[in-house]
């Protein structure tokens, strides 16, 4: 074998233990980088060359094969359907929370309080029938009632517009991640063509993926020429190769299926016209859709179909009685012509607004001791009025708070488990795919005593030419 060819050997060496330190060195620096995927230096033997009198084979240095990225794609499949449900079992619960302290009464009179304390007033009022103070104590009373059925309902209204937001920020975030897929593939597949590896770029692609995905449900695959496809799960494709489509919000009527007047409605680039609002499921964008169009939307027609029935009940009652003046058909609330946002409608009457004589407490004109209409009126406190005659007011305003605190604890059970169910899932992607520093300086000293040895094989094989050529000169 020919002294430059040693030479060779031995550069073929510096070249290999220069790429690895250059891998290493940029493992090291990409440790806290989210979505990093450990690479290493895969080599080979470069072709050997045949001994003299062909009697065997010597090498003649190493080959870089490739620079390979440590990455499991099974388990980062897991990792993106584990984040996606805890993102939308997280998103569901700040709504959840947030129309849990709406109905809070810890802190002060809620509408149990303040129905609990109109129909008192009204006890007190039959003891005392001709009793003004009493009777500005029954208006003040029911105006408190009113107030606060208007209060919930504003609040409730304010989370689903805060929904609407969120939606729409996220929305904003599917597109422009869609749009970073679609360019990467496009960039991946250009270096891929050319027999290189995009590590780098394929790591950017996994976690703007799982951060896709964690805002709505998608199916995602690879076609043959490596470009990763989306699908919108139940809709259909949002990244194809170097094309996307985008999801656009618009502001709609309310709609059958509990979406609210002028709440977002969402559709695709590629049908304008058509609503997927209520087939997006999974994920932040799932999640908000849901406790927007489900359980808010339940706890408003629960809570209108409060206000309705208390207010028709006691009108029943009370335009059958006289007030003070003997006049009688006197509403005490404003009729409801349905339970349609009763709980925003609910007002006094303008008689009683106006006067509190107006409050009748007899069954009879002209009889100021008679308080038959105010005890009837004080026992719907435990008459049932609701669910068809089933349940009292205060039964089925309980059984409100009740349902919004069971989908908060349960929701928030679940989630703690699945956050376990991450983390475990992170450990396992570490384990393949995170960067052990201490392994890393390992690897660094390996590599730098490798570049330090085949240096020394030039030296060596320099010093060996020195020697050929000195013979010439004798």
């Keep these: 074998m020919a002294i430059p060819n040693i030479m060779n050997t031995g550069r073929s060496g510096l070249v290999a233990a220069k790429a690895s330190i250059a891998t290493t060195g940029h493992n090291i620096a990409n440790t ?10 895969l080599q080979g033997t470069d072709q050997p060359h045949p001994a003299v009198g062909n009697h065997g084979f010597i090498g003649t240095g190493v080959l870089i094969n490739r620079v390979e990225r440590l990455n499991d794609e099974y388990v980062e499949k897991q990792i993106r359907n584990g984040n996606r449900e805890l993102a939308h079992m997280e998103e569901k619960d700040l709504a959840l929370r947030q129309t849990e302290d709406i109905f809070n009464e810890s802190n002060g009179d809620g509408i149990n309080r303040l129905m609990a304390r109109f129909f008192n007033e009204f006890r007190k009022l039959s003891n005392e029938p001709d009793n003004e103070a009493i009777r500005q104590a029954v208006r003040e009373g029911a105006q408190s009632l009113v107030n606060d059925f208007h209060r919930i309902r504003k609040e409730v209204d ?59 449900e998608v199916n995602v695959y690879k076609d043959r020429q490596g470009n990763v496809n989306i699908d919108l799960a139940n809709v259909g494709p949002l990244v194809t190769g170097p ?95 349905g339970k349609f946002r009763a709980s925003e409608f609910i007002s006094l009457s303008d008689h009683v607004k106006e006067s509190a004589g107006n409050i009748a407490a007899a069954a009879i004109p002209d009889a100021p001791g008679d308080n038959r209409i105010a005890i009837a009126i004080s026992g719907l406190q435990g008459a049932r009025i609701m669910n068809g005659g089933k349940s009292t007011a205060d039964d089925f305003y309980n059984s409100i708070i009740s349902d919004v605190g069971v989908a908060t604890n349960k929701n928030r059970s679940g989630m703690n488990q699945q956050k376990d169910i991450v983390t475990q899932l992170g450990k396992m992607r570490e384990q393949i795919s995170g960067v052990s520093l201490d392994e890393e300086a390992a690897n660094l000293l390996q590599f730098q005593h490798a570049f330090d040895a085949s240096a020394k094989v030039i030296q060596v094989a320099d010093e060996m030419l020195k020697t050929v050529l000195d013979l010439k000169r004798y």
């Design 32 to 41: 806290n980088t989210e979505g990093y995927s450990r690479q290493r230096v």
């Design 158 to 216: 304010d989370v689903r517009s805060h929904i609407d937001s969120r939606v729409e920020g996220f929305v904003k975030e599917v597109n422009s991640l869609a749009e970073t897929i679609r360019d990467l593939n496009s960039r991946i597949q250009v270096i891929e063509v050319s027999g290189a590896s995009a590590n780098d770029l394929l790591d950017k692609r996994d976690l703007a993926v799982k951060q896709l995905a964690a805002n709505v």
């Design 243 to 337: 094309n996307c489509e985008k999801i656009l919000v618009r502001r709609t009527e309310a709609d059958g299926q509990g979406k609210p007047e002028n709440a977002l409605t969402l559709s695709t680039s590629a049908n304008a016209n058509g609503d997927i609002t209520h087939v997006l499921k999974g994920g932040k964008i799932g999640a908000l859709l849901q406790t927007r169009d489900q359980t808010l939307s339940t706890v408003l027609d629960r809570l209108d179909e409060l206000a309705f029935n208390l207010t028709s009940s006691v009108n029943e009652i009370h335009t059958q009685g006289f007030s003070r003046e003997g006049l009688q058909g006197i509403h005490f609330f404003k009729p409801s012509e």
